[in-house]
């Protein structure tokens, strides 16, 4: 219902939004903003998120931890400053712990009013009770608060440890913990260009120890690397972290309270930190190095972070620094999860056809290590491209993409293309010659510098495979976009794979077929097998050993003329490997496999 302590805070967010809408507009440092002060943070495919994404700086839009605790230190100091000018004293004690006190309710309000994150729930009960402990006990203790509130959520919400704002949360306040808790206070005064450069210090070690304890189980759950996460969050992190908190603590005030003279320094703070993420935009090259992992599995996370944690408590106890735990952990953590790739590269030309629904998506790894992708799925059905065809690659230690292949545009050929150009170092773009970049969508056209038109008789060649553009199907305007397909053959010794892409006239574009591939050829059938699309006639015009469809739409009513075999994706990938004379087909997905060996003399 909408009344009790949670409609109140709900209103009050509701209303926080409206009004920073009102005041601040809607440019990056405007969400920026707003996701600090309500918890509305925009979704993940916004330039501005992807840019945080990339720079390791994606904490800094939920509020966690940190944005809570400066949250806390901003209140804790305006309340002393006015205790300090009512009572016209300076810092006394009582003063102090009065100021802390007073700060803690203002806190959990902020908690409340953006919803009640993990990480921000986590901050306001780790100080909550450290400001209790020191206030009724005299006791400053960072790590029992957070033993006590890590054992708490977990009795509260047990599921929660399977969460990755749960965990990513808890161990980084857990590093931070280890690495500054327990350091003695220095006696004395010191000069302020050594207090400014122990400040930068201890800021490396804490974005440093931060970053590398974390890294297993972020690697775990998003599959990539930021390089420049600790570089980043070393100069924009105290940045857009401060200024977001004070402008969220403005706007917070100004929104729950309508409190319209309060718009005018938050206008100016949304607008500094839309100059602040448009400069960490051009310096880190929208994000440069944001580098895939393969699956980890759970062994590599669970080891690797257990062995961080006790080697940070054992180095604490011995009275050193735990960084070194937590980047022999990261570093065992990235070589662990990319041993298995490690090998020498595979000397067969290996051809995977990707279950991918409606639509259709191709994986070409050629000896020596180039990759091509030719189509990728459909982002509309399922967002096949972020959900199958990239944790495909990843999966297969596939780094980058040599040639992405998009044959015509219809979306459920080149749907996939924003993620992959996305989450990959993508060398060219292969389209139809007279189609247009922007038919493929936006993330193609932004990225004309890479795309070439492609004719017929094109060759792309790597490890002594090719990769032939037999034709470029229909020209003209009449001719509708799946008759404009790039229709592939790829060869490699005794082995030739035809890719007819949707044309549905028949093989005509196609050529002659000739070639070493001539005994040892494998068919994708048009259009996915349609029957439209004249499946008999390619059979006959290819004589393959093999033809692979979608289903089996292809095969009622004697519409497909028998073949030696054939394979449905619609029971799982399917695999062609070669070496130039043996050629081996299986079937995954399904409890059964197939295997045909063809040597040619």
Not at 49 to 66: E, M, Y
Request: glycine share 12%; net charge positive.
């Amino acid at each position: 219902g909408s009344g009790g302590l949670e409609g109140v805070f709900r209103r009050a967010r509701e209303r926080t939004s409206r009004w920073m809408e009102r005041h601040a507009g809607r440019t990056d440092g405007a969400l920026y903003l707003r996701s600090l002060t309500t918890g509305e943070v925009p979704p993940a495919s916004h330039p501005m998120v992807a840019l945080l994404r990339k720079t390791g700086l994606a904490h800094l839009l939920a509020i966690s931890g940190i944005n809570v605790a400066i949250f806390f230190a901003v209140h804790s100091f305006l309340a002393r400053c006015g205790l300090w000018a009512f009572r016209r004293r300076q810092g006394t004690p009582d003063l102090n712990r009065a100021a802390a006190l007073l700060s803690i309710p203002v806190c959990w309000a902020y908690v409340l009013m953006a919803g009640a994150p993990v990480p921000a729930v986590r901050s306001a009960g780790m100080i909550t009770l450290a400001v209790i402990l020191w206030n009724v006990r005299g006791i400053r203790k960072a790590d029992l608060a957070w033993t006590a509130l890590f054992f708490l959520t977990i009795v509260v919400s047990p599921f929660q440890v399977f969460s990755p704002s749960f965990l990513l949360s808890y161990l980084a306040s857990f590093f931070l913990i280890a690495a500054f808790a327990a350091r003695p206070p220095r006696a004395g005064k010191s000069r302020f260009a050594r207090r400014v450069s122990e400040w930068g210090k201890g800021a490396l070690v804490a974005s440093a120890v931060a970053f590398l304890g974390t890294l297993p189980v972020s690697g775990a759950f998003f599959g990539h690397l930021p390089a420049g996460a600790i570089l980043w969050n070393l100069v924009f992190g105290p940045v857009l972290g401060t200024a977001g908190v004070l402008g969220a603590f403005l706007a917070a005030v100004g929104g729950s309270f309508s409190f319209d003279f309060l718009g005018v320094p938050v206008r100016l703070a949304s607008q500094g930190l839309t100059a602040a993420l448009s400069l960490l935009a051009r310096i880190s090259g929208d994000g440069w190095g944001y580098v895939p992992l393969p699956p980890s599995g759970v062994a590599a996370p669970l080891f690797c972070t257990g062995a961080a944690i006790w080697g940070a408590v054992a180095l604490r106890r011995r009275g050193k620094a735990p960084w070194p735990a937590a980047l022999t952990a990261a570093l065992a953590f990235l070589l662990w999860v990319h041993l298995p790739y490690a090998a020498l590269p595979d000397d067969r030309l290996t051809v995977a056809a990707i279950n991918v629904g409606k639509g259709a998506a191709h994986v070409v790894s050629f000896p020596g290590g180039r990759h091509m992708v030719i189509d990728c799925g459909s982002a509309l059905r399922g967002d096949v491209g972020n959900n199958v065809v990239a944790p495909f690659l990843r999966g297969r230690g596939i780094r980058r993409v040599d040639v992405l292949v998009l044959t015509h545009p219809h979306e459920d050929h080149y749907g996939g293309a924003e993620v992959l150009l996305e989450q990959f170092p993508v060398a060219e773009i292969w389209i139809p010659a007279g189609v247009p970049p922007s038919a493929f969508g936006e993330a193609v056209s932004r990225r004309a510098s890479i795309v070439h038109p492609k004719y017929g008789g094109e060759v792309f060649s790597a490890g002594g495979a090719q990769v032939i553009v037999r034709g470029v199907g229909a020209s003209g305007e009449a001719a509708g976009a799946n008759e404009r397909s790039l229709l592939l053959e790829a060869r490699y010794g005794s082995l030739s794979v035809w890719f007819p892409g949707d044309v549905e006239k028949g093989p005509a574009a196609w050529g002659r077929a000739t070639g070493k591939g001539e005994g040892n050829r494998i068919l994708f059938l048009p259009h996915h097998g349609s029957q439209g699309a004249d499946p008999a006639s390619w059979v006959r015009a290819a004589r393959p050993s093999a033809v692979v469809s979608q289903n089996r739409n292809c095969f009622p009513e004697k519409n497909l003329l028998p073949s030696f075999e054939s394979f449905l994706l619609e029971n799982g990938m399917f695999a062609i490997r070669s070496d130039g004379d043996a050629v081996s087909c299986k079937q995954e997905g399904v409890f059964w496999a197939w295997k045909l060996l063809w040597r040619l003399p």
